[in-house]
């Protein structure tokens, strides 16, 4: 019945731990159930944070944080699995699993690796499984795009389209007048744009499997490092195989200021 979900859903509160920890397994239990078991579990939790006027997921990560109460611990972090794996849109589990992760969830993953809990280590080692088979099947999907668009036109019209009259033109444009300011050096020039591709890369295709870490307390680290050795490696031999001194100075310089 919606209204006994809503119910439940109203009643995990961490204040109220014991009460809370039946609410959260018996919409573990719902949302496992076919065939809109799912459905109606995430719109209960959705119409109890709109009611008290906070993040949905907010609490169920909050009751992740009450160290004393392993069970509980274990019923939110089945919970968390149940929400994000039913799916099967890839897209709706990368976005379940993300809007978890920037309420709270990226910042006591960590200490729940530290955890002796049986149960906790085992509901921690699916979320982490299921994490990995998505991050593998989105980039079975890069991969996938990089085949079908193959132009460079093409692709500039798909991702100018996609960003069009939305909050993110205007990054999207910073991008590209980042681009067209690249000294313009037929050797340097393509060094930059690898290491651009490198960066772009391990953002978009970060190996967490997640979205990265957007507060402005965080910077997003790239390593850059060993591409950066490469590049000027592979200077180095052209030089030695009768390149240009100066142009190889020239590429070692730019790749060291970055």
């Known amino acids: 019945h919606k209204d006994a979900l809503i119910l439940l859903a109203r009643s995990i509160t961490p204040t109220l731990p014991h009460v809370m920890l039946e609410s959260v397994k018996l919409m573990a239990a719902v949302c496992l159930v076919p065939p809109d078991g799912h ?144 000294r313009d050096d037929v050797q340097i020039r393509p060094a930059y744009y690898k290491l651009i591709e490198e960066c772009v890369s391990q953002i978009v295709l970060h190996k967490s499997g997640c979205d990265p870490d957007f507060r402005a307390t965080q910077r997003f680290n790239i390593d850059v490092e060993p591409l950066i050795e490469q590049l000027i490696e592979r200077g180095r031999e052209d030089s030695s195989g009768g390149g240009s001194f100066g142009m190889n100075a020239g590429l070692e310089a730019a790749l060291t200021e970055k």
């Open 39 to 182: 459905d109606k579990t995430l719109e209960a939790i959705t119409i109890a944070g709109e009611v008290k006027g906070r993040e949905r997921f907010q609490p169920i990560v909050q009751g992740l944080l009450i160290r004393n109460n392993d069970q509980l611990r274990v019923a939110c972090l089945t919970l968390i699995n149940a929400i994000i794996s039913s799916p099967d849109d890839l897209d709706f589990r990368l976005h379940l699993r993300n809007e978890f992760m920037r309420i709270g969830l990226m910042d006591v993953i960590d200490t729940l690796e530290d955890s002796n809990q049986e149960e906790l280590i085992t509901q921690l080692k699916v979320f982490n499984d299921h994490k990995e088979e998505d991050f593998d099947e989105f980039a079975q999907r890069f991969d996938n795009i990089r085949l079908e668009l193959d132009d460079v036109n093409e692709c500039f019209e798909v991702a100018k389209n996609m960003v069009m009259d939305s909050p993110a033109e205007p990054y999207f444009l910073s991008i590209l007048q980042h681009l067209v300011t690249i």
